[in-house]
């Protein structure tokens, strides 16, 4: 498989990837009203059994993080439309295609940074019994909530 298309395979995944999360977490229909936080959020803290000043910093890089996403699945949705274009031509420039996925792998190359330092800030906040659950939510997904905590 050449560079350029397993570039443009790990950029699909990611970009579907972040679109679920984004569903998960930040749809209107999960908040909680008037807690300000979603229900996924409240139960990941809950779990985690942190502290107000913690959640704190937990919601600030989610919520930063959410909108790079939003911005991000907008590229994608913009990417698939010029594709579309440049597909429905009677000829295929494949430059022209080469081109449109750089733009969008280079934003992808953006975000990359900005997951590393939230992921940095939410490390240093939490205490080291806290960063094993929050592995293990990690390792097992979603449905790592549904899961009894270690210590009951």
């Known amino acids: 498989m050449s560079p350029f298309v397993s ?5 699909v ?3 579907l990837l972040a679109g679920l999360v984004r569903r998960v977490l930040w749809r209107r229909r999960f ?5 300000g936080r979603s229900f996924f959020l409240h139960r990941v803290f809950r779990r985690l059994g942190t502290r107000p000043e913690q959640e704190q910093v ?3 890089e989610a919520d930063a993080l959410a909108a790079e996403i939003r911005d991000l699945r907008g590229d994608a949705f913009a990417l698939r439309e010029e594709l579309a274009e440049l597909v429905a031509g009677p000829s295929l420039d494949a430059t022209a295609v080469v081109r ?3 733009v969008r792998l280079a934003r992808l190359d953006a975000i990359r940074p900005l997951v590393a330092e939230a992921l940095a800030r939410v490390h240093s906040v939490l205490e080291p019994p806290q960063r094993q659950e929050l592995a293990a939510l990690l390792r097992h997904g979603p449905s790592g909530l549904h899961r009894r905590p270690h210590h009951c």
């Open 7 to 11: 570039g443009v395979l790990g950029a």
């Open 13 to 15: 995944t990611f970009l």
């Open 31 to 35: 908040h909680r009203p008037g807690s």
């Open 58 to 60: 937990v919601m600030t």
């Open 100 to 102: 449109a996925l750089q």
